[in-house]
């Protein structure tokens, strides 16, 4: 291919065809450096942002990584089998993330979906064709949680037809298990708001012979919870592979036992009997999720945090400087692990309140999000700002701060 250089060089070297140069046959890659990139959002008039926010699903997640890419454009140039590109996939990860089995989903949730589909029907396909019909069918129908992992996603479960019996002790627990019970969820983000810790609960099902599993979707970084889980002994986990593994937004994991995954590939496609066949990954996602797990794994973590901690202070250190203003980094022990700044005022002194910061640096150029807070308050993150973002966010913050006062 001509890089853009030898082609001047080549037109240059044609004197005598002057101006006649424009009007000659190009080559086609030629043709391809110069044409000019269509700049898609601006066409459709969507905003683009600073992200100072997080991975949050509304504001699309995380940025995928190149080499993640890299492996999503080398897969669109050929066909090759599903099964078989899950096959080879699932069984890389699996040794990565230290499970029997695993499979690229379309994102955690649906991995709940599939992960207790598998354990319901086991390989029995005509009770994969009845789901989520469970009635006279013989399967079991319900699922134990504790009521301080009580959140919306948990409708992952209950889409398989089951009910979502909530517990709060071991005692209630013991009493609520019966001859229904299919599986015992964990829900890690929350671990904090339950009785039961993650050991016990695997315990627990041990005990009574019932799978058990956990919902860890944004809870890498640290990395060791990739597969820490995984060693406790959860039956089946899974994760979003679209926040910190920056891989495709709308792939995920699930990790567990073997015979869970194989039970729970019957209810995906490119099967259509199923429940499951709206939840389709394409071989693009698989690659590029597999090569997300893989960078992941293999990034120096310690270097990674230590620039994360850097961002922070640089904002930090811009925004203190004003009257007023209060600031302190947090860690979130579970979920979304990483340092974030919490800036805060005293609304005496600076007139101006959380939400209307936030609207003036979204309809501020450059546009950036950031998180809310209080009456008088942000949040800011860092770990999905592209390099020297840091210093545009807290410029910006500091100017309508400076305003304010």
């Keep these: 291919m001509l890089s853009r250089r030898k082609l001047i060089q080549r037109l240059s070297s044609v004197p005598l065809l ?29 905003r683009t942002f600073i992200n100072a926010a997080g991975t949050l699903t509304y504001m699309t997640g995380s940025l995928m990584h190149d080499e993640v890419l890299d492996a999503i454009q080398y897969a669109s140039k050929e066909f090759c089998m599903l099964d078989e590109l899950e096959d080879k996939v699932g069984e890389r990860i699996a040794k990565l993330v230290h ?143 679209g926040k910190a593994m920056r891989g495709p937004q709308s792939a995920g994991l699930l990790m567990g036992k073997k015979d869970i995954i194989a039970a729970a590939r019957l209810h995906m496609p490119p099967r259509g009997f199923n429940i499951g066949r709206g939840m389709k990954v394409n071989k693009e996602e698989i690659l590029g999720m597999y090569v997300a797990v893989e960078k992941f794994l293999a990034q120096d973590f310690a270097k990674t945090w230590k620039s994360w901690e850097e961002g922070v202070a640089h904002v930090e250190n811009t925004v203190k400087t004003i009257n007023g203003i209060k600031t302190e980094v947090r860690v979130n022990p579970l979920g979304n692990h990483t340092p974030s700044l919490r800036i805060s005022w005293d609304p005496a002194q600076l007139k101006i309140s959380g939400k209307q910061l936030q609207e003036a640096l979204r309809n501020g150029d450059p546009s950036i999000e950031v998180g809310g807070g209080g009456p008088s308050s942000i949040g800011v993150t860092v770990w999905m700002l592209k390099p020297g973002q840091e210093k545009i966010v807290a410029r910006r913050i500091k100017e309508e701060l400076s305003k304010a006062v």
Excluded at 29 to 34: G, N, Q, R, S, V
Aim: hydrophobic share 40%; charged share 20%; proline share 4%.
């Design 18 to 46: 002057g101006g006649l140069v424009g009007t000659l046959p190009i080559p086609a890659e030629a043709a391809a450096l110069a044409a000019p990139k269509r700049d898609l959002f601006r066409e459709l008039g969507v």
């Design 99 to 241: 499970s029997e089995a695993a499979v690229v989903t379309s994102g955690a949730f649906s991995g709940m979906t599939l992960g207790l589909a598998g354990i319901l029907t086991g390989m029995d396909q005509k009770k994969v064709e009845q789901l989520p019909h469970l009635e006279g069918t013989g399967m079991k129908s319900e699922v134990i949680c504790q009521k301080g992992h009580e959140i919306v996603y948990n409708h992952a479960l209950v889409n398989t037809g089951c009910k979502m019996v909530y517990i709060e002790t071991v005692e209630d627990l013991e009493k609520a298990i019966n001859e229904k019970t299919a599986l015992l969820h964990f829900l890690h983000i929350q671990s904090d708001k339950g009785k039961i810790r993650h050991e016990e609960w695997v315990a627990l099902g041990k005990k009574h012979n019932i799978p058990t599993s956990i919902d860890i979707a944004a809870d890498v970084p640290p990395i060791e919870n990739l597969y820490k889980f995984n060693d406790m002994g959860f039956s089946f986990v899974v994760v979003s592979g």
